[in-house]
């Protein structure tokens, strides 16, 4: 009887360290940078932790993930290096070269960010239009329609200023500031160009 209670008691633990080991691997939490390289960003690193390390990927710690604020992204198809980053509740659009904007309203609630949503890139809309008239300065302006894992849309609407000073006086690393606007001027705006 003895010998049945310990050769169950064995095949239990066994079992139960083997479906341990076999789930550790998947849906671990992970600190994904924001700055990854092109080359990084389509991998899924649960599938693949060997690519781990060398995109600068590593788990997040039990003991003080509820302290940390992991940022989360997500790519856009247009313009390609564009992305959209979750971090404190808040959503940023992020463009190259670029201070970041706040993106407001119910899409802060409508976009998902997990690991199977990092892999898939927003199919994004890009109005993009550079109006220039005799004697006044050239306006850059353009529209992003963003579609969220609700089925809604949102658009929003942003102008380029044109860049101050010379050559001398404005570095070259220095980014573009992009202004926020609203849809109905730009809409406006691109009607009577």
Do not use: W
Not at 90 to 103: A, D, G, H, I, T
Not at 112 to 125: A, G, H
């Amino acid at each position: 009887m003895k010998n049945k209670f310990l050769l169950s008691s064995c095949i239990l633990a066994i079992s139960l360290l083997a479906g341990c080991g076999g789930s550790s691997q998947k849906g671990e939490a992970l600190e994904i940078p924001t700055d990854l390289p092109p080359i990084c960003r389509d991998i899924d690193f649960n599938a693949d932790p060997d690519m781990r390390e060398v995109c600068g990927v590593r788990k997040a710690s039990s003991h003080n993930i509820a302290y940390r604020n992991i940022p989360q992204q997500r790519y856009l198809i247009k313009p390609s290096e564009t992305s959209i980053v979750k971090t404190n509740g808040k959503l940023e659009l992020r463009f190259q070269n670029s201070l970041p904007l706040n993106l407001d309203g119910p899409i802060v609630d409508e976009l998902i960010f997990n690991q199977e949503k990092r892999l898939e890139r927003i199919k994004n809309t890009y109005d993009y239009h550079e109006i220039t008239k005799k004697g006044a300065e050239r306006l850059r302006i353009f529209k992003m329609g963003i579609p969220t894992d609700k089925g809604n849309k949102y658009d929003f609407c942003f102008r380029i200023p044109e860049k101050r000073g010379n050559d001398r006086t404005r570095s070259k690393a220095m980014g573009v500031n992009i202004e926020t606007m609203s849809c109905t001027e730009f809409d406006r705006i691109v009607s009577t160009k």
